[in-house]
Structures are given as structure tokens and as C-alpha cells.
């Protein structure tokens, strides 16, 4: 018996992209502008939990919180990451406002293609750790 069940790595990958591919959709449901404030080292500041007023209707304001909860989760795993490249290419891949292509985000990296892929699908493990206690890993095969 392993002390940590086996991942489905392919499964989790397919998770954590399809979670991140999300992040333009929750924000245009919280409200909130096209960019978020992101450090130098591609950490998020957080947003401003009293914001302005919320005069729509319940469902709105649920929904609007429902959107911001998703979002701070999002960005709390991006930025708890540990290697700031892995942070880098999520963000510029998932949750810039003008996503990149990967060629674009491995030449301003200066990797190899091979490198860039094997970064990315570490961040993307990582990522899927790290968002909500492990919730997008898949155990077993």
C-alpha cells in the first residue's frame, strides 16, 4: 500500500485546464474589470472585499459572490506556487487579459520547447494541488 495513492497525471492536467480556462467567465460574472492587480513576481493582491455597493437583485449578488469565491481560489493557487515560472506561464497562458500562445510565452521565457512543456504540465500538476485542498486531482487509473 502506497502512502500516497497513484494520480492520474493526464486526468488531473485535463482538470486544472479546464478550471483555469474558467477564470475569464468568473470574472465577467464577479464584475469586475478585465485585469486584476498582479505583483512582479506574479502573485495577486487581493481584492477589496467591501468593494461599492451591490444593488441587483439576490441571485445577482449570490451569483457575483459565488464568482469572487471562485476567483480568490483561483489566484490563491497561482500564487502559492513556489517556482515563480510555474506562476508566469499559468498566468500569461490562462489569466492574462490577452492570453499568449505557448511559442510566444517559451521565446520570452528563453526555453526550449521541451522545457516550456515539461514547466507547464509541473505547473499544471502543481496547480491542481494547490486549488481547493487537491480538489481537481484524479486518484488511480
Not at 461599492?52 to 445577482?60: D, G, H, I, T, Y
Not at 500564487?79 to 510555474?86: C, I, K
Not at 500562445?101 to 521541451?114: A, C, K, T
Amino acid at each position: 500500500m502506497a502512502f500516497f495513492p497513484e494520480i492520474d497525471e493526464e486526468k488531473t492536467i485535463a482538470n486544472a485546464k479546464r478550471k483555469l480556462k474558467e477564470y475569464p467567465r468568473w470574472k465577467r460574472i464577479a464584475g469586475e474589470p478585465g485585469t486584476q492587480k498582479v505583483t512582479q513576481v506574479f502573485t495577486f493582491d487581493l481584492r477589496n472585499p467591501g468593494g461599492s455597493p451591490n444593488r441587483a437583485v439576490e441571485k445577482l449578488a449570490i451569483n457575483r459572490v459565488d464568482a469572487e469565491a471562485e476567483l480568490d481560489a483561483i489566484e490563491y493557487a497561482i500564487s502559492n506556487l513556489h517556482v515563480p515560472t510555474y506562476r508566469r506561464i499559468l498566468y500569461e497562458r490562462y489569466l492574462n487579459h490577452k492570453p499568449l500562445s505557448d511559442v510566444r510565452i517559451y521565446d520570452n521565457l528563453f526555453l526550449s520547447e521541451s522545457q516550456y512543456y515539461e514547466f507547464k504540465r509541473a505547473a499544471l500538476l502543481a496547480f491542481a494541488e494547490l486549488y481547493r485542498e487537491g480538489s481537481l486531482i484524479v486518484h488511480g487509473f
